[in-house]
């Protein structure tokens, strides 16, 4: 009678997660439990970092936005409050990208304040 292998389940784990660190350094692609540490670290910048990416992006857009302003005389709170003031509904991204774009266009909208 063959003897019987154990181990299946963990030897897959181990699998999975050494899988999954490919392409660390050093210990932390080849270790199990280091590679589990830079795996939980890995998951918790990556949440983390997933909501710092949209302020870090409203951040350019406000900067992109006062470069192009002052371009014409404005300060990016002035323009800002122009926009709300009017009623316009576009949004820091859409201003951003007008900006860099599309600059004859952005101009005739700080005219039209």
Known sequence: MPRV?????????????????????FGRS???VEAKVALLK?????FRDRRLK??????????RIGSATRLHGLSYSQFIGKLKKTGSLLDRKV???LAMNEPA???RLIKQL
């Open 5 to 25: 292998k154990r181990g299946t389940i963990s030897n897959k784990r181990r699998k999975s997660v050494l899988k999954k660190a490919k392409g660390y350094r």
């Open 30 to 32: 080849k270790k199990e």
């Open 42 to 46: 890995a998951g918790v910048n990556a």
């Open 54 to 63: 949209k302020r870090d992006a409203r951040g350019l857009f406000q900067t």
């Open 95 to 97: 201003l951003a990208d």
């Open 105 to 107: 266009a952005f101009e």
